[in-house]
């Protein structure tokens, strides 16, 4: 048993490292890009939502799987039917930065019942996302770690 002298995980390292660490690389797709291929892109990347940008990577929509659903419930051709007529959108979006503690992350995730939260810069430019996949990947890898050193 060697786990006396292994540092234990601490406040700081579970919950006030900044989003930066854990952030993934969005799929972003264009306002115009229509719900047939925003479906594929959905499975082609095993995503559950995608993020809509302008041409300068401005943030401008998010669509989730629920969207998507609720979209190909209309009875109209999905080639025809546009990401930004389904998106939710800015500025009704949660967005956070870069440095935004990974607790902070969690609560406004919890809070508002969604599964990504899009990360941008000042400029509002997409920079990553956090995802509540991601969060959990990152706690029990983090326990993995200590349960390992502690007991095997
Ligand atoms: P799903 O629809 O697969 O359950 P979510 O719970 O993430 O996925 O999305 C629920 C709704 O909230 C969708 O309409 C989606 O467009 C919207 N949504 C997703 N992420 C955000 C966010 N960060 N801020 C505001 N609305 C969001």
Same mark, same amino acid.
Not at 9 to 17: G, K, M, P, S
Not at 58 to 86: E, F, P, Y
Not at 147 to 152: F, G, L, N, V
């Given at each position: =048993?060697?786990?006396?002298? @292994? ?7 579970? =919950?006030? %490292?900044? %989003?930066?660490? @854990? !952030? ?6 264009? *306002?115009t890009t229509t719900v047939q291929d925003a479906i594929t892109s959905l499975f082609m990347n095993d995503v559950g939502s995608l993020y809509v940008a ?7 929509? #998010? ?11 209309? /009875?109209?051709?999905?080639? $025809?039917? %546009? +990401?930004? #007529?389904?998106? $939710? &959108? !800015? *500025?009704?979006? #949660?967005?956070?930065?870069? $440095? $935004? &503690?990974? @607790?902070? +992350?969690? =609560?406004?995730? @919890?809070?508002?019942? #969604?599964?990504?939260?899009? %990360?941008?810069? /000042?400029?509002?430019v997409v920079v990553g996302k956090v995802t509540k996949t991601k969060l959990l990947d990152y706690f029990i890898n983090a326990g993995a770690k200590v349960?390992?050193? /502690? =007991?095997?």
């Open positions: =048993y060697s786990g006396q002298h @292994l540092n234990p995980l601490t406040f700081e390292t579970i =919950y006030e %490292v900044p %989003v930066e660490t @854990l !952030m993934l690389t969005p799929i972003l797709i264009k *306002p302008d041409d300068d990577q401005h943030l401008v929509g #998010v669509i989730s799987r629920k969207d998507l659903l609720r979209a190909s419930l209309i /009875k109209q051709d999905l080639t $025809t039917i %546009v +990401a930004a #007529v389904i998106m $939710t &959108r !800015m *500025p009704n979006i #949660v967005t956070i930065t870069a $440095t $935004t &503690r990974l @607790l902070d +992350a969690g =609560y406004l995730l @919890l809070k508002h019942q #969604v599964d990504t939260l899009p %990360v941008l810069d /000042k400029a509002g349960d390992q050193e /502690k =007991y095997h």
